[in-house]
């Protein structure tokens, strides 16, 4: 892989950086070392003294999350960089020198930096030789799915489309995802068999996105043919693929009038979002079923109406008006979670139904707090400071994304020393990417 700066070099700008007060070095200290019960007292000082500002909260999150790649171990270890791909171009010096190494967590440092195009394919298929030779060829799946992954042009045509039909679910996947990069016509039919015949739902999906990605008339009639073996999901994706620019040229937008014609439910409305996202014939049809389903009787597709709906459509907006009465609370919030973002009336009401919702306890009064925050309104701080001390993981990590939101990352640093390694990398992850 890519030679970067090693980790004691990296620990030197680091330190250097605290000392010329680009971060609290006491919390610095403690981050690099992974010490994070001193972490968490250092922090708590700082932030009582207000001496922690977001430039420090920067420099400690970076420490925390590459401390957890340089610490990661198998089994787990895999996961917790996972954890990380979201903010991997902050992390790429990290994510190189693990990948350099030789267990498994390298292999999967290694997939991260090439999903994010941050390392060359061609590099990346020497690397997965290489490391083969030393590690029984061909019985090491996570080498084989990521040698797989980088399998990105026509060149590579056979063995990718060989690797299509692999025994190994995650190999196949990496066939997929790399099949969807090269964007290779000779891929047609085993992009269209793996979309029919593939046992694991993922696969099947990925396929029928990048069949739709080709386009054509062959392709788009093809996906019909798909359509009457798929289940919804895959239906769904369906649409989603006649909807993309080469499809809906060759025929992909008939194909969706035929959906919000003749089919109800969740493909229906995936067909109708598609449409009024495309604009021109047959976009206010679209409008219609997505009106219908907002009044339908089923709340999952009521509520996945009213998230896919145009605001700025008049007929629209009254129907989610409506909708505001309902005794369905899962369909008012999804009302008022779109309303954050409309109109000054509408986004007055929501924000009062959102915050005396908010005040609760329950999942909903969780996912309240999390628009309010994305939506900028301050008078959640509150809440969200008292979520940081919650014995509940999934309602700390979502305190940190929401303090981030707000631009409270001092406050949302805290979680960089939480217990919970999960909540550390995915509040170190949102600091990374609010920058």
Do not use: N
């Not at 991997?88 to 930096?113: F, H, K, N, Q, V």
């Not at 219609?288 to 459509?313: C, E, K, T």
Request: glycine share 8%; net charge neutral.
């Amino acid at each position: 892989m890519r030679r970067v700066l090693s980790r004691s070099i990296l620990a030197g700008l680091l330190s250097f950086a605290a000392v010329t007060g680009c971060a609290s070095s006491a919390s610095l200290r403690a981050a690099e070392a992974g010490r994070f019960d001193e972490l968490r007292r250092t922090l708590s000082d700082e932030l009582r003294r207000g001496t922690l500002d977001s430039d420090d909260a920067r420099a400690i999150a970076r420490a925390v999350a590459q401390g957890e790649i340089a610490r990661a171990t198998p089994p787990s270890g895999a996961d917790r960089l996972r954890e990380l791909r979201t903010c991997a171009r902050a992390l790429e010096d990290a994510l190189a020198e693990r990948a350099a190494g030789s267990d498994a967590i390298a292999t999967t440092a290694a997939m991260i930096l090439l999903e994010a195009g941050l390392t060359d394919p061609e590099r990346v298929k020497r690397y997965a030789g290489d490391a083969a030779a030393g590690r029984y060829p061909g019985k090491d799946t996570a080498l084989r799915a990521l040698e797989t992954r980088a399998l990105v042009t026509a060149e590579d045509g056979a063995l990718r489309r060989s690797r299509m039909l692999d025994g190994d679910q995650e190999v196949r996947v990496s066939a997929l995802r790399a099949a969807a990069a090269a964007a290779d016509p000779s891929d047609r039919e085993a992009l269209l068999e793996a979309a029919r015949l593939d046992p694991y739902p993922l696969a099947r999906t990925l396929a029928i996105r990048a069949a739709g990605a080709l386009g054509g008339q062959d392709i788009v009639l093809a996906l019909r043919d798909v359509w009457t073996l798929s289940d919804e999901a895959g239906r769904e994706a369906i649409a989603e693929a006649w909807a993309t620019p080469r499809a809906l040229e060759g025929g992909g937008r008939a194909q969706l009038r035929w959906v919000i014609s003749t089919q109800r439910g969740a493909p229906a409305i995936a067909a109708a979002r598609a449409l009024v996202r495309a604009g021109g014939e047959g976009a206010g049809e679209a409008i219609s079923v997505l009106i219908g389903s907002i009044r339908s009787s089923q709340s999952r597709d009521r509520v996945y109406a009213i998230l896919s709906a145009p605001l700025q459509d008049p007929a629209v907006r009254s129907a989610l008006i409506e909708a505001q009465g309902d005794p369905d609370e899962a369909v008012v919030f999804a009302v008022h979670s779109r309303h954050v973002d409309a109109a000054a009336r509408e986004r007055s009401a929501a924000v009062a139904w959102l915050m005396k919702l908010a005040a609760g306890t329950s999942t909903r009064a969780v996912l309240a707090r999390g628009v309010l925050a994305r939506a900028g309104i301050r008078a959640v701080v509150p809440l969200l400071e008292r979520d940081v001390r919650s014995r509940e993981i999934p309602v700390r990590e979502a305190a940190g994304a929401g303090l981030v939101a707000l631009g409270e990352i001092p406050r949302a640093a805290s979680l960089l020393a939480d217990a919970e390694p999960r909540v550390r990398t995915s509040v170190a992850c949102a600091i990374l990417e609010a920058f």
